[in-house]
């Protein structure tokens, strides 16, 4: 660490542990959720321990030489590592031979969760009986994370890829600490918050069940169930002036000993919620209903010190839309302190009031910028509620990348109605996109489009649209696709790859560590 802005006192007990159970699509960041938990409960006198196995598991299998890639976050990742580990993890679950429920048609079922509950609680059970490959290594972690029982373990769902490991480690938890107060969390909880009540079985083993940004009910939660009297730590710095909620995330070094440091990003939030709100494939109106303004003062004050505590200066928005304006502002504000220089990402939508900040971003430390593009097919900008001219789309992406911004352009094929050679203009269009700009400054996110939970387009599907179903713990539904949509997805899958694979050559193969047997 690079100074004392915040520091627990020494031998503290872990009033709380919180879980991130891999895997998550990333090496680059730890996740913010847990972070901003721990701040607050440190204002609160508690400390809270997180414990981060999906690092743990991706360091296994990741290459740990500097990559040839300007891409910075989520996105800047090492994806044939990120992949390998994902692919060994599914492959352990036990889950492999058993008949998926409700498989969306691209889908991969571990991956996805779409297996009958039953068929889920039972791979648990067994895995949980069993040393090898997980019962083992993660008995080892929860007990060296914390020296005594404490009163919560948490685990963060942010998707259903996460559901197994992190229902076996509630179980695991429950059995080695009776007495301890398993909690579920994240954003996927948070979707399936209505099955949850409605299901008993859903929460097995777990004890409570926190929806939506729930930092203030976990301190409350906390509070309750410590047996020990409060004592206050050296708390993080309050802003100068408040933010409309906990911007400052804690980290412990514990934790990020385990990122490559050539690499490491910080994630940050400034803004809840969605300015826009009307993307119909979309769950964010779910998952944080009420948008928040950005304070950009107490931002570029959490940037700052940040930096002091860590000594870490590449940082990640994580807001859902950070708009135009808000670029703007943060980009002034983080010029007039030069103390503070920084690399940073963010995601927004296309705007042509972009085009002219485009040297100012740069000059600011604006490194990439996620774009959802979309579609550029009139048909579906109409279905997605999500309107925008493609000259004007090339323009912006050429712009940004001349001023040395890498951009992630996100693009959703095979909506209802799409037919395969629109899919397949839309996929030369990007092609010839990114050969028009500087080398590796067009980086690409490529989906089919998904019938997920709480979308608007999943609670009036369009005309023709039939809904099949969704397994338990699943995000996405199975529906009547076009065939052609399974072998697009496949050429989309080699384009990202050959990506990957030009990273790979230049920066060598990635390890394969395999099962995570004991140690660290």
Known sequence: MASSEFRHAPQSPCDALIVVPPPSPSDTNPPLGPAIL?????????????????????RRFGNRAVRPSHTLGDHGKDRSGVAAAAQWLFDHTGLRDTAPLHLPDTADPVAGMHYPLAAISDAITAAAGDPIPWRAWLEEHLRATCDRPPAIVGVSLMGPSQVFVGLLVLRVAKEIWPATTTVLGGSHVTLLRESLERDPALRDGVDLVLTGHCEDEFVTVLARLSARPIRRPLAPAQPPTRAPFEYLPTFGERQLAHYDRQQITLPVQFTRGCSYGRCTFCTYPVVEPQPTALHVEAASHTIGALVRTYGIRRFSLKDSLFTAPMLNALAHTLRQDLATEVRWSATTKASRALIPLAPLLAASGLATLEIGVETINPTGQRLFDKRADPTMLQELILALAEAGITVVTNLIFGFPGEREEEAQAQLQWFLRLQAAAPPGRVDCS???????????????????????GVAPWAFSYAWNTPAWRRHFSARLQRVER????????ASGPPSRGGAPAGGS
């Open 38 to 58: 721990a701040t607050v409960a440190a204002r609160s006198g508690f400390q809270v321990e997180v414990l981060d196995l999906n690092i743990l598991l991706l």
């Open 446 to 468: 490529l989906n089919m489009l998904e019938m997920v939970r709480g979308a608007p387009m999943v609670a009036h599907p369009p005309a023709g649209v039939e809904l099949h």
């Open 498 to 505: 050959a990506r990957g694979d030009a990273l790979t050559a």
